[in-house]
């Protein structure tokens, strides 16, 4: 009687891998542009995406990415481009307790295919500069993507000033 249970999960945990997740933060749809016209199924676009960085408030993070269309990308089976963009910016006060934040964290991650391919963004602290540094990247099972994009935030005091 081990197999009907096995067999019984399995459907779920299918449905489970297909379907595309946002882990870790909040992120908004700002809008898209369409890149391809599909006659079967959604177009190919380019999606903005907003998320906050769930640790620190005040900063921002703006994503691009493709996202495929036609048939296989309306039900999921796509093998997305390893290729975004991130910028991260301030839009409010920065404010973060400096022992939750580690030096290197995960803040975002998104599914890209049906199986083994995520978008990850990294926050880095450079403490010594008052600086968070975001790094965008593609993963995957076997291979990964060196294809990468970073931006900074300083929150720190610049100096010079009288």
């Given at each position: ?11 779920f945990i299918v449905v489970f891998a297909l379907l595309p997740t946002t882990l ?139």
């Amino acid at each position: 009687m081990l197999f009907p249970k096995h067999i019984a999960l399995t459907p779920f945990i299918v449905v489970f891998a297909l379907l595309p997740t946002t882990l870790l933060a909040q992120d908004a749809s700002i809008g898209s542009v369409r890149t391809e016209f599909k006659l079967l199924g959604p177009n190919n676009t380019i999606e903005v995406e907003r998320f906050d960085d769930p640790k620190v408030q005040g900063i921002s993070c703006y994503l691009s990415y493709s996202q495929i269309g036609g048939i296989s990308g309306a039900v999921g089976l796509a093998e997305e481009a390893s290729e975004a963009s991130v910028a991260c910016r301030q839009t409010g006060e920065v404010i973060f307790d400096p022992t939750d934040v580690e030096d290197q964290e995960v803040v975002f991650t998104q599914r890209r295919s049906a199986l083994f391919k995520n978008m990850r963004v990294v926050r880095m602290h450079d403490t010594e500069t008052q600086t968070f540094v975001y790094l965008t990247y593609s993963t995957k099972l076997v291979d990964g993507s060196p294809k990468n994009a970073i931006t900074a935030v300083h929150y720190g005091e610049l100096g010079g000033g009288q």
